[in-house]
């Protein structure tokens, strides 16, 4: 696909909105992507073929994570995820 360096991860962070280029524009779908820095455009979904774990990696590495800190994090991540369900259903106990 490219060499080292050929700018193949920063081609795809930039795709993601991850990163903005440094001239020009990104357009997807004739949507120009490089006004939505740091919105990734995924369908947040786990991938049925990836365990829990790499499910995890999968996304703490889209993120930047480098892999020996998304270890320490996981627990953080977990932590975070678990309470953004329980907020969710006291929001929508209220809401009844």
Known sequence: MGDNGAGKTTTMK???TLYNPDKGTIEINGMN??????NVFYEPRLYE???GEENIL???LLASLSKS???MDII???IAAVLGII???IIKMFRN
Request: glycine share 8%; hydrophobic share 50%; with cysteine.
């Open 76 to 78: 953080f991540l977990i």
């Open 69 to 71: 800190k998304y270890r």
């Open 14 to 16: 930039m795709l993601a």
């Open 87 to 89: 907020i969710g259903l």
């Open 49 to 51: 073929q990836l365990t």
């Open 58 to 60: 999968y996304f703490a």
């Open 33 to 38: 992507v490089c006004t939505k820095s740091g």
